[in-house]
């Protein structure tokens, strides 16, 4: 007796641990058929993130080809002089402007040099903010997507220092004095050495739905979809409105110098030149000048197209 009553004194009931008690709901594997499908979603979206990773060397062919394609597409013009500005019409003697600022008309004379075929694309731009780790120019909105063309074959809309950094780094890339060109340059290269012609199109005129658009469908086309000009320049009127070096200054006409004029030393205005799409024949005709915040790009406007120049009379090709 005396040892049972010891073992009851030292015997316990056995306790049952917590989880025992209250056991946590065990998670069930997927089957075969969802492990499969999951495995299949994390392939799509693998492949997916690795097409979207372009190597550095895939860039730099892309520049290289960018590079050939820009020297080849640039246009010889020879320097000489022009009477430049708004001459009066030999038949009718009225200005073809109404400002004041594309006035007198006062002689102008150039180095040769080069100026691009062609206005610069949202392709080409776009490389160049990749190539350079820079962030891609792009509106938030789909009407403004569509409004402006927003795709690589139509002409970029960018803000004065863009457009200038983009030409600054093909002279680097390829030791040549890009910029873009002066607005002495621009407009004599529209009118073909200083033709007396207001329009910078085949003829020197305006034929809607010929050499220009149709005037029901006023809109941003590729460039060169129109006739170019006599020396081979498309789009200098109409399309896109294109930036030049020059500060604004409404009165420089007056006192421009002759040889190779720059435009005033500062301002606070660049320009914009040859009209833009939707504007009056009128507003795309070679003379017109318009005065924009260089740092124009913004919601309700896409920015200023632009085209390149080499400030030499020869240039060299990469092979």
């Given at each position: 007796?005396q040892?049972?009553h010891?073992?009851?004194?030292?015997?316990?009931?056995?306790?049952?641990?917590?989880?025992q008690?209250?056991?946590?709901?065990q998670?069930?594997?997927?089957?075969?058929?969802?492990?499969?499908?999951?495995?299949?979603?994390?392939?799509?979206?693998?492949?997916?993130?690795?097409?979207?990773?372009?190597?550095?060397?895939?860039?730099?062919?892309d520049?290289?080809?960018?590079?050939r394609?820009?020297?080849?597409?640039?246009?010889?013009?020879?320097?000489?002089s022009?009477?430049?500005?708004?001459?009066?019409?030999?038949?009718?003697?009225?200005?073809?402007?109404?400002?004041?600022?594309?006035?007198?008309?006062?002689?102008?004379?150039?180095?040769?040099?080069?100026?691009?075929?062609?206005?610069?694309?949202?392709?080409?731009?776009?490389?160049?903010?990749?190539?350079?780790?820079?962030?891609?120019?792009?509106?938030?909105?789909?009407?403004?997507?569509?409004?402006?063309?927003r795709?690589?074959?139509y002409?970029?809309?960018?803000?004065?220092?863009?457009?200038?950094?983009?030409?600054?780094?093909?002279?680097?890339?390829?030791?040549?004095?890009?910029?873009?060109?002066?607005e002495?340059?621009?407009?004599?290269?529209?009118?073909?050495?200083?033709?007396?012609?207001?329009?910078a199109?085949?003829?020197?005129k305006?034929?809607?739905?010929?050499?220009?658009?149709?005037?029901?469908k006023?809109?941003?086309?590729?460039?060169?979809?129109?006739?170019?000009?006599?020396?081979?320049?498309?789009?200098?009127?109409?399309?896109?409105?294109?930036?030049?070096?020059?500060?604004?200054?409404?009165?420089?006409?007056?006192?421009?110098?002759?040889?190779?004029?720059?435009?005033?030393?500062?301002?606070?205005?660049?320009?914009?030149?040859?009209?833009i799409?939707?504007e009056?024949?009128?507003?795309?005709?070679?003379?017109?000048?318009?005065?924009?915040?260089?740092?124009?790009?913004?919601?309700?406007?896409?920015?200023?197209?632009?085209?390149?120049?080499?400030?030499t009379?020869?240039?060299?090709?990469?092979?």
């Amino acid at each position: 007796m005396q040892n049972q009553h010891h073992f009851r004194r030292h015997t316990k009931a056995p306790q049952l641990a917590i989880d025992q008690l209250n056991p946590e709901p065990q998670p069930a594997w997927p089957d075969v058929h969802t492990l499969r499908r999951l495995f299949m979603l994390g392939l799509v979206v693998a492949l997916i993130a690795l097409a979207g990773c372009r190597t550095e060397a895939d860039i730099q062919k892309d520049v290289d080809a960018l590079v050939r394609k820009t020297l080849d597409n640039m246009v010889f013009v020879e320097g000489g002089s022009f009477m430049m500005g708004d001459f009066r019409d030999p038949e009718s003697g009225l200005y073809h402007t109404w400002g004041a600022d594309s006035k007198p008309a006062h002689k102008v004379t150039l180095d040769s040099y080069h100026i691009g075929k062609y206005e610069v694309t949202w392709g080409e731009y776009d490389l160049y903010t990749e190539a350079n780790d820079l962030p891609r120019l792009l509106w938030d909105k789909d009407w403004q997507r569509e409004a402006y063309n927003r795709q690589p074959q139509y002409p970029a809309g960018v803000s004065w220092p863009h457009a200038r950094d983009y030409c600054l780094w093909l002279g680097k890339l390829t030791g040549l004095p890009f910029d873009l060109p002066t607005e002495a340059q621009w407009e004599y290269a529209a009118r073909s050495r200083g033709q007396l012609v207001p329009f910078a199109t085949d003829n020197g005129k305006m034929e809607p739905g010929r050499n220009y658009y149709p005037a029901q469908k006023a809109t941003l086309y590729p460039p060169g979809s129109w006739p170019s000009n006599p020396l081979g320049l498309y789009d200098m009127s109409g399309n896109a409105a294109e930036w030049v070096l020059d500060w604004y200054d409404a009165e420089y006409y007056s006192k421009s110098p002759e040889k190779n004029p720059r435009g005033p030393e500062s301002g606070t205005m660049k320009i914009f030149r040859g009209g833009i799409y939707g504007e009056s024949p009128s507003g795309a005709n070679v003379f017109v000048r318009q005065e924009e915040p260089e740092e124009s790009w913004r919601e309700d406007l896409p920015g200023g197209g632009f085209r390149c120049a080499i400030n030499t009379a020869a240039i060299h090709h990469i092979d």
